[in-house]
Nanobody, 121 residues
Framework: QVQLVESGGGLVQPGGSLRLSCAAS????????MAWYRQAPGKQRELVAS???????NYADSVKGRFAISRDNTKNTVYLEMNSLKPEDTAVYYC???????????????WGQGTQVSVSS
């Protein structure tokens, strides 16, 4: 069984910074893509940033230049460094991974439980 466990959320003032972490555990053979999504109240879940196993990254326009995604393949962990936070960044942030478990020939999509990020003065 695979688990994605997020940490690092919290309350921060506008202009502040937070670092989210997500560790994948279980019988993992390979992880092709890790990503962060977010969902604000009353809105659809949206992609924030993603990173492939080849270290290619992709960002939502709203976070470009402020957020940075990275991964540590030795720890099956993805990070999201968030700087210059704005009130509109307030949301539940979800970790996502497309991975293949041992004894499987296909990759599947997995989600973490989410961590709240609140930006307010």
């Amino acid at each position: 069984q695979v688990q994605l466990v997020e940490s690092g959320g919290g309350l921060v003032q506008p202009g502040g910074s937070l670092r989210l972490s997500c560790a994948a555990s279980g019988s993992i053979l390979s992880i092709s893509r890790m990503a962060w999504y977010r969902q604000a109240p009353g809105k659809q879940r949206e992609l924030v940033a993603s990173v492939t196993d080849g270290s290619s990254t992709n960002y939502a326009d709203s976070v470009k230049g402020r957020f940075a995604i990275s991964r540590d393949n030795t720890k099956n962990t993805v990070y999201l460094e968030m700087n210059s936070l704005k009130p509109e960044d307030t949301a539940v942030y979800y970790c996502n991974a497309i991975l293949r478990i041992t004894d499987s020939t296909i990759s599947r999509n997995y989600w973490g439980q989410g961590t709240q990020v609140s930006v307010s003065s």
